[in-house]
C-alpha cells in the first residue's frame, strides 16, 4: 500500500518559519508529481504548491516569495519550507501524491498554526 507521513507542524508567530516533510513509501515508483494543499476553518481545500519529477513548481499566489516546495527523490520525500508566516496561513496542511495521473495519495495532515 502507498502511505504518505507527514511531520513538521506546529504553533509558530507571526513572521516565523516551519519546515513541513512527507515521506511517501510504497509501490510509487519515480515520476509523479506531489504537492502540498490546505485546508483553513471554514475554507475549503487549496493547492499551496507542487512539484514534477523533474523539478519544476507552482505556487498559490498568496505563498509565492514565501514558501519552497522541493524533493529529494531518493528518499521519496517532499519538503515545504515556509517563511515569514502569516495568520491567514494558519490550517492543516496535507501532502499529496498525483500517481500516473490517476490515482491521489494523502498524508494524514498536520496542523500549522500562525499566531501571536
Known amino acids: 500500500q502507498v502511505q504518505l507521513v507527514e511531520s513538521g507542524g506546529g504553533l509558530v508567530q507571526p513572521g516565523g518559519s516551519l519546515r513541513l516533510s512527507c515521506a511517501a513509501s510504497g509501490n510509487i515508483g519515480s515520476f509523479n508529481a506531489m504537492g502540498w494543499y490546505r485546508q483553513a476553518p471554514g475554507k475549503q481545500r487549496e493547492l499551496v504548491a507542487t512539484i514534477a519529477s523533474a523539478g519544476s513548481t507552482n505556487y498559490l499566489d498568496a505563498v509565492k516569495g514565501r514558501f519552497t516546495i522541493s524533493r529529494d527523490n531518493a528518499k521519496n520525500t517532499v519538503y515545504l519550507q515556509m517563511n515569514s508566516l502569516k495568520p491567514e496561513d494558519t490550517a492543516v496542511y496535507y501532502c499529496?501524491?498525483?500517481?500516473?495521473?490517476?490515482?491521489?495519495?494523502w498524508g494524514q495532515g498536520t496542523q500549522v498554526t500562525v499566531s501571536s
Open positions: 499529496n501524491l498525483n500517481l500516473r495521473r490517476l490515482y491521489d495519495y
